[in-house]
């Protein structure tokens, strides 16, 4: 692995231990950040030695696990869990759809709350910002598990859940803490496809591990214990999760590499606005470039399980052990995925698989209708394809934009993207799907590799690394 720091002489030069005289505002402000610490913090670390991106890759990879390992916590709950207790008033087919429209909150809150954090950010530093982000992260989880039920208050449990959705999604807009861009700005530059896709190994480990505890409560559990309390656990695990991304990402934040790369401005927030108004176009067509992966991301995760679960006499927990297995394979996509980028050229990768899964949507719905066979084949055929565009779809946001605004706008566009390409896909699949029939699902994911296709189109130069502004360092 490469090493990352320089020399500590550099270190020290760059990161004083002292604070600049201030004027009595700014002493104000440097009280209240944590700007100072983070500082202290990496000068007593450079004495420990060199952080290498070995490290780096691990503290991202786990930081990302908990966020999606909290996604697919409540991503499963809301098919298996949700619309019997918050939505039993409502027949199946609407229960679903209610506790889909509520799982949407999340992505429609996440830029919001990405522009307060970049605020808090700035005025009261990275560590200060990630602390909050991560706290109001578990916090809304736990009160998740602690939800009652319609029986117990009616309409307010609906309430409750909505208001706790939109703080997961406030605060995953602050959990942006840029640790995927210090990793693509140290890769070396023949394996930057590689150092991309790292971040996006935590979206299978995530489902791995979520899908295991719901299955294991499932089969263990009746299905009375488990709408009263078995199905709570999950989200209880959730807050010791974020804990321990916490501390490793607070890890990574403080070395003097990060300290360095924040000072040359490369991984400093820029205000949201100047942002939208130096890069709106780029984060329009970056939002727009990996649809095809996050539009696939659900096809595969979250709306076969509702379709199974309402349409078919199949167990919940035996089709989680079908995604389990799909997921491992996703895994290796994943890997894969850095190898064919540094190879063949990262929009190479996205513009081929986006072709692949228009393909794989005019025969995906006849295989999730085809029995436990059908089912196999399409969950390890849709992961293998997800794998090799999701593996990317990180890189080419980052390389949109210049090196002052990449923090502030990769924020921005992965939120749009989450929202426009994942946020409303179970709950517009599951709609045409029960109009329509399967197929019309696959017009769903159709529609979002033709998306990616004509946004690679017309940018040209997305994924390619020349821009102007961008440095030899900056990812392609």
Request: with cysteine; hydrophobic share 55%.
């Amino acid at each position: 692995m490469p090493r990352l720091d320089r020399k500590a002489e550099r270190d020290r030069e760059i990161i004083p231990l002292s604070p600049e005289p201030r004027g009595d505002m700014s002493s104000i402000n440097a009280d209240l950040s944590s700007d100072q610490l983070e500082r202290d913090a990496a000068q007593i670390n450079a004495s420990d030695g060199e952080i290498d991106a070995g490290e780096i890759a691990v503290g991202v990879i786990i930081g990302r696990t908990s966020e999606f390992f909290d996604f697919f916590v409540y991503a499963i709950a809301s098919v298996v869990v949700f619309p019997r207790l918050i939505f039993p008033h409502l027949d199946p087919l609407q229960g679903m759809a209610w506790s889909f429209a509520v799982f949407a909150l999340a992505f429609v809150a996440r830029p919001f709350g990405t522009a307060f954090f970049i605020w808090f950010d700035r005025r009261f530093g990275r560590g200060a910002r990630l602390t909050l982000a991560l706290l109001l992260l578990g916090t809304s989880t736990v009160c998740i598990a602690f939800v009652p039920s319609h029986a117990q208050v009616g309409v307010w449990a609906a309430v409750f859940l909505a208001v706790f959705r939109m703080g997961q999604g406030v605060a995953l807009g602050g959990a942006w803490d840029g640790l995927p861009s210090l990793l693509a700005l140290s890769a070396p530059p023949h394996r930057k496809g590689w150092y991309a896709m790292v971040p996006q190994l935590g979206a299978p480990i995530g489902l791995i591990v979520a899908s295991s505890l719901f299955a294991y409560f499932l089969t263990s559990l009746s299905a009375a214990d488990f709408l009263d309390w078995g199905w709570r656990y999950p989200f209880f695990c959730a807050f010791a999760i974020n804990v321990v991304a916490l501390f490793a990402r607070l890890r990574i934040v403080v070395t003097p590499t990060f300290q360095a790369l924040f000072d040359t401005r490369e991984l400093q927030p820029t205000p949201v606005f100047q942002a939208i108004r130096e890069e709106g176009p780029r984060i329009v067509i970056g939002a727009f470039a990996p649809l095809a992966s996050f539009a696939m991301f659900h096809m595969v995760t979250v709306f076969p399980l509702s379709w199974v679960f309402l349409f078919t006499e199949e167990s919940p927990s035996r089709f989680l052990l079908i995604e389990i297995a799909a997921a491992v394979a996703g895994i290796c996509a994943i890997m894969a995925s850095g190898w064919l980028a540094d190879r063949y050229g990262r929009r190479a990768v996205l513009a081929a698989t986006a072709a692949a899964i228009a393909a794989f949507s005019g025969f995906a719905p006849q295989l999730l209708d085809g029995g436990p066979a059908g089912e196999l084949v399409f969950m390890v055929s849709g992961f293998i394809l997800l794998g090799l565009a999701f593996g990317q779809a990180s890189g080419v946001i980052a390389s949109s934009f210049s090196q002052r605004n990449r923090y502030t706008a990769s924020a921005l566009t992965s939120d749009l993207a989450w929202l426009f390409g994942a946020g409303f896909a179970p709950l517009a699949a599951l709609g045409l799907a029960s109009q329509w029939g399967l197929i019309a699902s696959g017009a769903y994911l159709l529609s979002g590799a033709l998306v990616t296709l004509v946004a690679l189109w017309l940018n040209s130069t997305l994924g390619r690394g020349d821009l102007p502004g961008k440095t030899a360092a900056d990812p392609v």
